[in-house]
Nanobody, 113 residues
């Protein structure tokens, strides 16, 4: 499974971004997918995760602001991020779980005025 994340960039506080993660390869084996982030000098943390049937979980810090979704027809995972604040600044990674774990290269999100 190959994962390619995109959509990061610079946004002002209160703004929105949508991250995309296109996946290919043995995608039929994928069960859960998720977004993680890593801020400077911090450990990587879970942002949101979605199961194959569509059940979602979110980190408390993004609940109500971020929405994870998966388009099976387009083989793409999304993360809609609204009401961004500087604390959301990080490199965001997509992850796919099958019989092993796959990580995409990160995409940088910077929230700053």
């Amino acid at each position: 499974v190959q994962l390619q994340a995109s959509g990061g960039g610079l946004v002002q506080p209160g703004g929105s971004l949508r991250l995309s993660c296109a996946y290919s390869g043995n995608w039929q084996s994928i069960r859960n997918m998720g977004w993680y982030r890593q801020a400077p000098e911090k450990e990587r943390e879970l942002v949101a995760r979605i199961s194959r049937p569509g059940a979602t979980i979110y980190a408390d810090s993004v609940e109500g602001r971020f929405t994870i979704s998966r388009d099976f027809a387009q083989n793409t995972l999304y993360l809609q991020m609204n009401s961004l604040d500087p604390g959301d600044t990080a490199v965001y990674y997509c992850r796919a779980d099958s019989w092993t774990t796959y990580w995409g290269k990160g995409t940088l999100v910077t929230v700053s005025s």
